[in-house]
């Protein structure tokens, strides 16, 4: 098992097809162990807005 701390910035990439999307979304396997900062969700609300402005997603799928 293998545990890593995991920023919005990661996090985002495994609902969007970004650069290193797949890279991001190799740690997501039942062994690892992850963790988030406490800002965590702060950070995703804040990309997630980002997303809605830019016309990625709409609000009801943020």
Known sequence: MSAYVV?????AKWFAEETYADDARRILHADNQLHAPELFLLEMDSVLCKWVRRGVVNESEA
């Open 7 to 11: 920023d919005a910035s990661v996090a």
